[in-house]
């Protein structure tokens, strides 16, 4: 710094005092948040989570399992198709077969009637229930969120999803729950509506994974992952691809500019005046 201007030093000094200031509010604002009655969650090694890891894609498999015999009842994916299925965790007549099994209301048809088909690749995954109403009638009231984009729409993403989905305990003493409510110190407030939904062998995998309690809440939070994400390996691998492209041009440019540069940082003029 000994070559700088006043007025460099000056925004040198103005910007790491406001770098340092606004560090420090965050980590102030960041603690004060952590210091509510809210547990909060701690991080876990997802599989995904690496700048180079691709899904687990039989545990998206095993999840979505989980999700249909487990969730659907009350929970809907509205935002996923079942042609996102294909090479994700089904092949095609998989997902065609999975598809057919549930009876779509379509039309009108040529005589200006609606009428029930099977359905197909293009459709979207059923609604639990017909609207809202009929849903917080059957839920106590609450209408139970869709799943779709749950992992992103969270703070603390996966992570928050298992714990909630594991947390669930008696309350402490003084904690008075209302009918139908169920004591997680992980929900905000403590109280959540919705009872466990998972329990050990409560299902059982196709493929014969043991379907214990925590190996539920893994696979469905990543197939919950993948339908907030299903672009999340192809951005990855295309991340990858300009990598390998944009690291030797960096390198390029970095020498070309120090080549051009050079002539100007190590040239020397010398003044020779005319003699008379």
């Not at 009350?74 to 598809?99: G, N, Q, W």
């Not at 009637?113 to 106590?140: C, H, I």
């Not at 196709?206 to 197939?223: C, R």
Request: charged letters at 20%; one cysteine or more.
């Amino acid at each position: 710094m000994a070559g700088w201007t006043v007025g460099k030093k000056v925004l040198a000094t103005t910007l790491g005092m406001g770098a340092t200031g606004g560090a420090g509010l965050y980590v102030a604002l960041d603690e004060s948040v952590k210091a509510d009655l809210t547990l909060h969650p701690p991080k876990l090694p997802w599989s995904h989570k690496g700048p180079i890891d691709s899904f687990d894609h039989a545990s998206i498999r095993r999840g979505y399992q989980v999700y249909k015999q487990g969730c659907a009842a009350c929970h809907s994916l509205k935002y996923i198709p079942y042609r996102h299925f294909v090479d994700v965790f089904m092949t095609e007549d998989e997902a065609k077969e999975e598809a057919a099994e549930v009876m779509v209301r379509d039309g009108p048809n040529d005589i200006g009637e609606m009428f029930d088909r099977p359905g197909k690749l293009t459709d979207y995954l059923p609604m639990p229930f017909p609207n809202s109403a009929a849903a917080a009638y059957a839920n106590n009231g609450a209408v139970p969120p869709d799943l779709s984009l749950m992992v992103l729409a969270r703070h603390g993403g996966e992570d928050y999803l298992y714990h909630l989905l594991n947390g669930y305990c008696d309350p402490p003493e003084g904690v008075e729950l209302g009918e139908g409510q169920h004591f997680n110190p992980y929900f905000p407030g403590g109280a959540i509506g919705m009872a466990p939904p998972l329990y050990t062998d409560i299902i059982e995998y196709e493929d014969g994974t043991p379907a214990t309690q925590s190996q539920l809440a893994k696979d469905v939070i990543t197939f919950l992952s993948w339908t907030a994400m299903p672009e999340h390996d192809e951005r990855k691998k295309f991340g990858m691809k300009a990598m390998l492209v944009l690291i030797p041009f960096t390198a390029l440019c970095y020498y070309k500019k120090r080549q051009y540069w050079s002539l100007f940082k190590s040239g020397k003029y010398v003044y020779n005046p005319k003699k008379y």
